[in-house]
């Protein structure tokens, strides 16, 4: 789908601007920084309509310029900011918008939001009317809205219809999957006597949301209500009911097919009855959200999963409950069926040659399918004997499973509920597969369940890590963002074959426009001739539950950046003339260029640790301060190669202003000399002379002071010097009467070497001391016998 961003100019309202901006000309400093979108009222809107839409957030409305929506069918005008934290916007919703979830997020002119979710019915849009909480004096409504309302803490809503007999009753809420807060809404329809005809709490279709459907038996009042399914909620638990005579099929068989391809499906699980249809499969599978079923009577207000790839279908003939009967197939392909009643078990059988390798995935919970699959092939001419099995992969309930095929002839695949259950609406899709170059794209995140940002001042930088996951091929990869803003470049190292992260640095010139674009973030195999299918996704976690546990999250198939206003200050690395040594330590400089006026501490830290790195994440760049060092340490299985680094500057300015160094190298080196430790032993308060066998790995110039260190208290050696030519160094220890008795495995060698003005700083380990007691003096045994008469 093709990518299209809305933009609307704010309306400038010089009085608050004045009141709450602080301009970068003036002062020096940003007016605003990191705004976060909370929550908007309302949370969605009828398509082929306008709605004023108010967007609450800290510091969202401190000029705001931009409404930014993921696909087309949304546009943004009339920008007013009301106060620091709110501004109001009027959204104006194509009538062929589509329906269901949209994403969205805000530019400033100081940074960019997270992810939230705007939601687009086709219905009449109504809000709820306190009171309703009671049976007897429900909010009377017509059949064809859709309601927005909020659960309070034991609250239940209720609304009545009017509907005639063998009029379809539908009602679907959206609590959930608006992405506010853990909501578990209960929704039920009842008649005029408080009988319920429908509940529903949970539903395989939409999750934790509800989704109830009735053929009217008389003509009369029906009552839809609405509560948490525990009676709990607050002022979050929002939600969007759709109270209609529109269809809602549960699951749509096949579950899927090839780009622009006319296929006829079945839908299933409607209260009025299975329905036959004829449809052509979106043309881009990576954009693809599923499909909406509509008839006479209304649309269905959310998709149903479809998957949009180029396989053929093959559906179960049934009887296929067994070896014999098993639906003739062929692979690569994709099986479709329906465990239709417990107990139910579907069988295909399909030929392979020897050697032949096939992924066999299931597809049923992600197909939005009540199916717990356990999946399971044989070797048919091998008496059935069995190669592969799976029940859940990766935590997850749908099967996966790689087999590979001993010898030629043909193979059958089981499948049935773990649980051996099934109904009508039990619907699955066995894709079988050859594999295939596969790449992952992900931007880690900077902080624990928070999607990174993409904010990029102008006349500055900002660093993303970029992660790649190879799948079924190996080797470097390029990184490519396409689609960037006006006036912004990137500059990626390429990720070695052995790695699966790389920095990425973007800068923006000082004319860039503030601008945000939707890029995709590609990665390519380095090698020619190899090819993979990359696949960018970026999860915001929406809702999680006890434990950090996911529980509602969006993933977008593109990143955004935005191009804002400039910030006062910028960052550089010193470039390290020397290497980091296993076993040694670093001071990275990092200098701070400074706009006048701003004076504020800058915290500093690298944007990721080579392996085997360690460094502070606690340093300042001190108030008033230009530059600052970062402590870097290297253990003994450190990476020995050079290291594309950043560091990232954060400072505090009316919210966080984030900045990043151009990339720097960081080499890092076996140590230059090694020394081999001796096992010694001395009494308290005695001297020994300890002898270290030196071995130059790497020749340098000049001297080192070499100090012996880790050693227990009252223990003291005199430093040494050495040179490249150095074949031992001797200590001479020196112990006393307080010196701790016993072994002590923990003696070092602490030196550095100067290369081009700068140390090399060496820690080498580790030699044992053993500090002993002395002997008890011996007794006369003439002087005994005496002693003893």
């Known amino acids: 789908m093709q990518l299209m961003l809305f933009r609307a100019q704010i309306l400038r309202a010089s009085r608050l601007v004045a009141a709450i901006v602080l301009t970068f ?17 309302p949370q969605g809107g009828q398509r082929g309509t306008e709605v004023v839409v108010h967007f609450h957030g800290a510091r969202i409305g401190q000029e ?65 009317v306190e009171p309703n909480s009671e049976f007897s004096a429900p909010q009377a409504i017509e059949l064809g809205v859709t309601v927005s309302g909020v659960i309070q803490s034991e609250d239940v809503d209720y609304f009545v219809v009017e509907a005639k007999a063998g009029d379809r009753i539908t009602a679907e809420i959206e609590g959930l999957r608006l992405g506010r807060t853990f909501f578990d809404p209960h929704i039920a329809i009842l008649n005029k006597d408080r009988f319920e005809l429908a509940t529903s709490d949970d539903s395989a279709l939409l999750l934790q949301d509800g989704v109830v459907s009735i053929i009217a038996p008389e003509d009369g009042k029906y009552i839809v209500s609405a509560r948490d399914s525990s009676f709990g909620g607050n002022g979050a638990s929002t939600y969007r009911l ?56 209304g649309v269905a207000p959310s998709p149903n999963v479809f998957r949009v790839n180029d396989l053929e279908n093959i559906a179960e003939v049934e009887p296929n409950n067994n070896y014999e009967q098993a639906t003739p197939a062929k692979a690569p392909a994709a099986f479709n069926g329906v465990i239709g009643e417990p107990g139910d078990v579907d069988h295909f059988r399909f030929a392979a040659k020897k050697g032949q390798v096939f992924d066999v995935n299931v597809y049923a919970r992600r197909l939005r399918s009540p199916l717990d699959a356990l999946a399971r092939i044989r070797h048919v001419e091998g008496k059935y004997a069995q190669i592969a099995a799976n029940d859940d992969n990766a935590g997850k309930p749908d099967s996966y499973f790689r087999f590979t095929a001993p010898a030629d002839g043909e193979y059958d695949i089981e499948l049935h509920d773990h649980l051996q259950a099934g109904g009508p609406n039990f619907t699955y899709r066995i894709e079988v597969t050859p594999p295939k170059a596969q790449i992952d794209v992900q931007i880690a995140e900077r902080q624990r369940w928070a999607a990174t940002k993409i904010e990029l001042p102008r006349g500055n930088r900002t660093a993303i890590l970029v992660n790649a996951a190879r799948r079924d091929f ?90 804002m206003n400039e910030v006062p200050f910028k960052i550089s690395i010193v470039q390290p003339k020397v290497p980091l040594v296993r076993g040694g330590s670093m001071q990275l400089k990092v200098v701070a260029e400074r706009a006048e006026g701003f004076v504020d501490p800058i915290s500093i830290y690298m944007l990721y640790n080579p ?47 984030l900045v990043a160094t151009p990339l720097a190298k960081l080499d890092v080196k076996a140590p230059y000399i090694g020394l081999t430790f001796p096992k010694a032993s001395v009494e308290i308060a005695q001297e020994v002379d300890y002898k270290i066998a030196v071995a130059v790995t790497t020749p340098f110039e000049g001297s080192a002071k070499v100090t012996l260190v880790g050693m227990p208290a009252g ?33 070092l060698c602490q030196f550095s070497i100067t290369q081009d003005g700068e140390p090399i700083a060496h820690t080498i380990g580790t030699g044992v001391l053993r500090i002993d007691k002395p002997l008890p003096p011996k007794e006369d045994k003439k002087e005994n016998k005496i002693a003893q008469k």
Request: proline share 8%; with cysteine; hydrophobic share 40%.
């Open 474 to 563: 190996g080797g470097p990869l390029n990184i490519a963002l396409e689609n960037l803003p006006a006036g912004v470049t990137v500059e990626a190292p390429t990720m070695q074959a052995n790695r699966g992260q790389v920095p990425v640095i973007l800068t923006a010139a000082a004319d860039a426009p503030n601008a945000t674009s939707l890029p995709d973030i590609l990665a390519k195999p380095a090698e020619e001739g190899k090819t993979a299918e990359s696949k960018f996704s970026q999860r915001t976690w929406l809702v999680r539950g006890a434990n950090n546990v996911e529980v509602w999250s969006h993933y977008a198939d593109r990143a955004a950046i935005a191009v």
């Open 64 to 128: 705001p310029q931009e409404v930014v929506f993921y696909e087309p069918g949304i546009t943004a005008s009339e920008i007013k900011p009301v106060d620091a934290n709110h501004f109001e916007a009027k959204l104006t919703i194509a009538a062929d918008c589509r329906i269901g979830m949209h994403p969205v997020r805000i530019r400033t002119a100081t940074g960019l939001t997270r992810i939230r979710t705007f939601h687009i019915g086709t219905l009449k849009e109504i809000v709820e």
């Open 611 to 657: 392996p085997g790195v360690s460094s502070s994440r606690s340093i300042n760049i001190a108030k008033d301060q230009t530059e600052a060092l970062i402590p870097l340490t290297a253990n003994g299985s450190a990476a020995l190669q050079p290291w594309d680094i950043c560091v990232e500057g954060r400072a505090k300015i009316n919210g966080r202003v």
């Open 242 to 297: 759709h109270i209609g005579k529109y269809p809602r099929p549960l699951a749509v068989l096949p579950a899927g097919g090839r780009p622009g391809e006319t296929v006829d499906v079945v839908w299933l699980g409607d209260a009025a009855g299975d329905k036959p249809q004829q449809i052509v499969v979106p043309s881009d599978p990576q954009h693809s959200s599923g499909l909406i079923y509509q008839d006479e009577h």
């Open 25 to 41: 000309l003036s002062t020096g400093v940003a007016a605003a920084a990191d705004p976060d979108l909370g929550n908007m009222i």
């Open 715 to 747: 223990v003291t050696a005199e430093p040494i010097e050495m040179t490249k030519d150095t074949k031992e160094l001797l200590f001479h220890i020196k112990t006393t009467d307080k010196s701790p008795p016993g072994k002590h495995a923990t003696l």
